[in-house]
């Protein structure tokens, strides 16, 4: 047995186990190559991850099988990829086979002709204003003192044109930019911008060919300097020399992976990989989430305003109706007010543009109907109906009036991040707007409030939520309802008495089988975490049961 090779291999797996397999003979092959193996009666190509293998000494010689063949055509996994995976793999509480199978494509086989292109030209650099230039020296100076930067600045305030100079003088020292945004509608609306700057700017994300992608990542992989926008799929091209990453509106939900393997945030992960580079982070955000607040004001971050607008145009004007007290006045016609209605009069018969936001698609249906009757003809040409998803892609200044029909619908009870939902919706809209109107029954909730960010950050900490804790919530899969609860139950008092001692853990639930337990952020957190995985992996096992689980849950 000693005289054959023996590696061990990542397969594309949930295995917390890497299988061993046997190399021919003539065969050479090194960690992070490809190679084709057979396991469980399928064929899979997996990642070399450790030569010079001894065999346990209780394996039988013939129950080791050889690897198939060595995958020449597909580049190796570097070093740094695999460190990358493997620290993704145990902050998210999963196996680094489900990272490999949840994020690399089998789409990276060189073409048989490619050649490099240099895409390092810039174009004229945006000119700052006296107050973007001293945020743009501030964010280089705490690069230089090792923190990730946080840039708050309402829509107009000119945060891109502060990313664009960070990443133009990134682009000169060699190295490549990663300016990663929520989804393909931001990228597509913001290319354009980009390019304005950096010509070859090179998109990536999954509404792309195969082909477009495989040269993005075969450019990353020569070490020349790129500049690639993209969603969060775009944290998993192999840069070489990565200088620089830009996470833009770091607060949308839209960052979370919620499924497959590994369920990880963009925000967090991107500062994570940024660390194995040696590069840069800087968050933006009108109104950044309460974790980015939090290590802001804990010294993790450097916390930058951008306080005026770019063009100096005037502050905007925010009316908050109250739909109890018009209703009281027969105010109200339908939904909307009466003092909604004479503004988005005026908006139209000035030759300007509204938009009116409805909680969800079926609303705007109904809200479609009464606007007929209140403006013929306006509807889709001055007057836009939409969700807060159109939030994203509205250019600051596109409308004169945006109105919230029903804020109400915004402010849940059972989603402690609904409130900070509905404030950083209300701010990115505040930015691309001269007037903001909000029909509300709650005037006088927290979100309306202007020192709403310290009034959720004391609600937060007084109920033991993120981010004072770390939370991970577990979903338990069975056909059964009752057999879901019964074992959900069952689960959540064995985690009670196995995290005693990592942490005094809140178990809630078990309906619809879920629970969620709370970590204190201390030394423990890292052991708790990995106790809590490991009675969840024997659990699965015992009960022949799946669990889902989400470490920082959106």
């Known amino acids: 047995m000693n005289a ?18 046997s190399v021919p003979e003539g065969l050479d092959v090194a960690v992070g190559d490809r190679v084709s193996v057979i396991f469980s009666g399928k064929e899979y190509i997996c990642i070399v991850s450790k030569t010079g293998v001894i065999p346990d000494p209780a394996l039988r010689e013939d129950s080791i099988h050889p690897i198939l063949d060595k995958v020449a055509q597909l580049p190796p996994i570097s070093p740094l990829e695999l460190k990358f995976w493997r620290t993704i793999a145990s902050y998210y509480l999963c196996t680094v086979g489900e990272v490999y199978n949840g994020v690399y494509f089998r789409d990276r086989i060189a073409p048989k002709k490619w050649t490099t292109k240099d895409r390092s030209t810039i174009n004229s650099e945006p000119v700052l204003s006296p107050s973007q230039e001293t945020v743009y020296s501030a964010a280089l100076a705490a690069f230089d003192a090792g923190k990730t930067v946080l840039l708050q600045g309402i829509g107009g305030s000119g945060k891109k044109e502060v990313y664009l100079k960070l990443a133009a003088n990134t682009i000169r020292q060699g190295k490549s930019v990663l300016y990663l945004v929520p989804d393909i509608s931001v990228s597509n609306a ?29 450019e990353a992989r020569t070490g020349n300097p790129v500049f690639v926008i993209g969603t969060r799929s775009a944290l998993w091209i192999p840069f070489d020399a990565l200088g620089l990453i830009i996470v833009d509106q770091e607060q949308d939900s839209f960052y979370k992976q919620d499924s497959p393997a590994p369920r990880y945030h963009t925000r967090e992960t991107a500062i994570m990989l940024a660390s194995l580079y040696g590069a840069k982070v800087i968050l933006g955000s009108s109104c950044p989430s309460l974790e980015s607040i939090y290590n802001s004001e804990t010294g993790l971050f450097t916390r930058l305003e951008l306080k005026q607008r770019f063009n100096n145009s005037p502050e905007p004007e925010v009316m908050l109706v109250d739909i109890s007290a018009e209703k009281r006045k027969r105010g109200m016609s339908g939904s909307f007010s009466l003092k909604l209605l004479a503004r988005l009069k005026d908006a139209v018969d000035g030759g300007g543009k509204a938009l009116v936001i409805c909680r969800a698609k079926a609303a705007v249906v109904e809200v479609r109907e009464e606007m007929e009757s209140i403006f013929p003809g306006a509807l889709d040409r001055s007057i836009m109906l939409d969700t807060p998803y159109a939030v994203k892609t509205i250019p600051s200044g596109e409308y004169a009036i945006i109105a919230v029909l029903l804020a109400d619908g915004l402010l849940g009870r059972e989603d402690f991040r609904s409130d900070e939902r509905a404030v950083q919706l209300f701010t990115q809209l505040r930015g691309k707007t001269g007037l903001l109107v909000i029909q509300t029954r709650e005037s006088r909730h927290p979100v309306f409030s202007i020192e709403v960010a310290n009034s959720l950050l004391a609600e937060r900490q007084s109920a033991g939520y993120p981010p004072f804790t770390r939370m991970v919530k577990l979903e338990l899969k069975d056909s059964d309802d009752n057999r879901q609860k019964l074992r959900a139950r069952f689960l959540g008092n064995r985690l009670k008495e196995v995290l005693r001692p990592f942490s005094d853990p809140l178990i809630l639930g078990p309906e619809k089988g879920e629970i969620r337990v709370f970590f204190k952020r201390d030394k423990n957190l890292t052991a708790g975490k990995q106790a809590l995985y490991k009675e969840v992996t024997s659990f699965e096992q015992q009960y022949s049961c799946h669990i889902v689980i989400d470490v920082d849950p959106v």
């Not at 911008?193 to 040269?215: E, I, N, W």
Request: charged content about 30%; glycine content about 2%.
């Open 4 to 21: 054959k090779k023996y590696i061990q291999v990542i397969a594309p797996l949930k295995l917390d186990w890497e299988p061993v397999y």
């Open 190 to 218: 913001l290319e354009e911008r980009v390019a304005s700057v950096f010509p070859d700017v090179m998109p990536y994300h999954s509404g792309l060919t195969v082909a477009k992608r495989r040269d993005v990542i075969l």
